[in-house]
């Protein structure tokens, strides 16, 4: 039996799924995402709420999310100069979507939780 071949259908110029995970991909990024949710956070706080990244792999992650318009950079007029960072209204765009991971992620914990006990 042969498949019958379907009418040439033009792609989208892209792949919308491939061009938010590449927002959202790369170690730590969801979690800083998440971190600057609450609002503007320095570079001290953001290494306090993921204890486990590097200083150099937190200043990388912050460059690389401020070069593709997810986060800001605020550097404020104080001696010594402080940096905050906020997320942009793109960055604010993928919040849902953490916070659909975030909830995911809490459901599992407490099924393990449930199974260990």
């Known amino acids: 039996m042969s498949l019958k071949m379907r009418k040439k259908v033009e792609p989208l110029p ?20 998440w971190s600057l949710s ?10 306090r709420d993921t204890p486990n990244i590097t200083a150099k792999v937190l200043s990388g992650r912050l460059r690389e999310l401020e070069g593709r318009g997810v986060i800001r950079r605020n550097v404020m007029a104080t001696s010594p100069p402080s940096v905050e960072y906020e997320l942009t209204p793109l960055g604010q765009e993928l919040l849902p979507v953490i916070t659909a991971i975030v909830e995911v992620g809490s459901r599992l914990l407490l099924r393990d939780a449930a199974r260990a006990t």
């Open 14 to 33: 892209g792949c919308p799924m491939s061009k938010c995970t590449a927002l959202l991909g790369g170690l730590w990024t969801p979690e800083l995402i």
């Open 38 to 47: 609450n609002g503007p956070r320095r570079f001290s706080e953001l290494r």
